[in-house]
């Protein structure tokens, strides 16, 4: 799954399945795109991998996780698809991804929003779940990240976390 095409600020159009806001895509995709990537990863024997983003902002909310979508837009590959989905929260699916390389990639947006300007005004703490590691089915898996999100969240923020086994 691409990401949707940005423009020169890295922020995509409005267009149908895309959030206004982010140019990430629209929340009710994140699970049909998580059940397509688990179900593929199943048939070639892969990984794939969900991060839970939330953004904390100091003033500015949307346009801190306006940021955030940028950075994710320009750091995460091409293949991989990040989703709004929430006021704050943020999630991506990353396919032929492990756990080593979703945290990795995690930590490497979180190093790329302190580069970019206003970045340093928010933080971003993460919830990592992977195939099949932590789960073997999309729902579960979205509910694993989620919930490691929700723990690093209860125990300090701008932090990664990842899911236990399931």
Same mark, same amino acid.
């Given at each position: ?6 423009? @020169? ?6 267009? #149908? ?10 929340? @009710? ?21 969900? %991060? ?43 396919? #032929? ?64 976390? %990842?899911?236990?086994?399931?």
């Amino acid at each position: 799954m691409v990401s949707p095409p940005a423009d @020169e600020t890295g922020v995509s159009g409005t267009t #149908d399945g895309i959030d206004p806001g982010t140019g990430l895509y629209a929340g @009710e995709h994140y699970l049909v795109v998580a059940r397509q990537q688990v179900a593929s990863a199943r048939r070639s024997l892969q990984p794939v991998s969900i %991060i839970c983003f939330e953004v904390e902002a100091d003033g500015g909310g949307s346009e801190s996780v306006a940021t955030v979508a940028t950075v994710l837009l320009r750091t995460l590959r091409e293949s991989d698809a990040s989703f709004r989905i929430g006021d704050r929260r943020i999630a991506a699916v990353l396919e #032929d991804t492990g756990e080593e390389g979703a945290v990795w990639a995690a930590r490497r947006v979180r190093s790329a929003l302190l580069a970019t300007p206003g970045g340093s005004r928010c933080t971003v703490s993460a919830g990592i779940a992977c195939y099949p590691e932590h789960a073997l089915d999309a729902v579960e898996l979205v509910t694993r990240a989620e919930a490691a999100l929700e723990s690093t969240l209860a125990t300090g923020r701008d932090r990664v976390e %990842i899911a236990t086994p399931g």
